[in-house]
């Protein structure tokens, strides 16, 4: 039996492709202009794509920034290779994340305007910033980081300490990346790259372990 195309609506793989020429051409446009100061044609001329493209694709230019924001800034990709992994010790649980949480936010493929992006967006936050949370930071955070350090801990320490242990561990990890143009001044001999991701997360992980130890040691008496 021979399908026909309908006439007029474009082949799956030429919706998927033409959306994903938007995503790129916005990411770049935001990421140089701010949400603010994009403009659609501006988006569809550096796609090579009709305007009436991005309205078949998105609502308007929120939705067209929050997926971008979204898809861009997603460290999804490194939440599933920890939770496949999820090795049994919560030691190395911790290890994992910190390692692939790193090779991520350091991969020197990833496109630089997505570090742009997210610096805009964190200066000047909007709605796509509270969906980037909901749907990928807060449920890695509450149903894995937290659980495991909750386990390194023996459940000793209150809620809010776990949680000052979470930023600091995160925190860490994000100034390589964002700290980079300082590391490179201070240090000029000290590269990053993914050779350097290792060694990287390595003292992250035995600096982080060796605070949590100490914070749960009994208290010497005087």
Request: hydrophobic share 40%.
């Amino acid at each position: 039996m021979i399908v026909r195309e309908k006439k007029g609506v474009p082949p799956a793989s030429s919706e998927e492709n033409t959306r994903e020429k938007i995503l790129g051409a916005a990411g770049e446009v935001f990421a140089e202009q701010g949400f603010e100061g994009a403009t659609i044609r501006a988006i569809t001329e550096r796609a090579g794509v009709n305007i009436a493209a991005v309205n078949y694709h998105f609502r308007d230019k929120a939705e067209l920034y929050t997926r971008v924001v979204v898809d861009a800034c997603s460290a999804r990709a490194a939440w599933h290779d920890v939770i496949a992994e999820a090795p049994a010790s919560p030691e190395e649980r911790l290890r994992s994340l910190i390692y692939h949480f790193l090779e991520y936010l350091l991969d020197p493929d990833r496109a630089a305007w997505k570090r742009r992006l997210m610096a805009r967006e964190m200066a000047n936050p909007t709605s796509a910033l509270d969906e980037l949370v909901e749907r990928n930071i807060r449920p890695l955070r509450n149903e894995f980081l937290l659980p495991t350090l909750r386990e390194l801990t023996g459940d000793k320490l209150s809620r809010r300490q776990l949680s000052l242990i979470s930023i600091s561990v995160m925190g860490q990890c994000h100034y390589f990346l964002q700290g980079q143009p300082i590391l490179e001044r201070l240090n000029p001999d000290f590269k990053i790259g993914k050779a350097e991701v290792a060694e990287i997360a390595e003292h992250i992980s035995r600096f982080s372990l060796a605070g949590i130890a100490a914070m749960t040691r009994p208290a010497r008496r005087s």
